[in-house]
């Protein structure tokens, strides 16, 4: 693998794992809200924003890691024998 694509699947595991802070802030908005735990001075209000603030990050680096990449490593050329598919010439038939 090249260092663009190592690169692609670092943005892609920091979108995922700010999906799951987004969660785990939310199912604490939800505890609190439904009396399972009471946290004083603090309102679910206040998860449910730091929840939104973690999942619209999150979304975009997972949906638009191949732009964060090209951002990063600029646009793949057309003429990278690693980007273009396999001739049939170049497979080993046997």
Do not use: C, T
């Not at 090249?2 to 987004?22: E, I, M, N, Q, Y």
């Not at 609190?32 to 730091?50: D, I, K, L, T």
């Amino acid at each position: 693998m090249k260092p663009s694509d190592w690169f692609g699947v670092a943005v892609r595991v920091l979108g995922l794992w700010l999906l799951v802070l987004a969660l785990e802030s939310a199912a604490m908005a939800l505890s609190m809200q439904n009396g399972w735990y009471e946290w004083q001075g603090v309102e679910p209000a206040h998860f449910y924003s730091v929840a939104l603030f973690y999942f619209l990050p999150g979304l975009a680096l997972l949906i638009h890691a191949r732009f964060f990449v090209n951002l990063g490593y600029g646009e793949p050329s057309v003429e990278d024998p690693d980007d273009r598919p396999p001739k049939s010439s170049d497979v080993d038939p046997g």
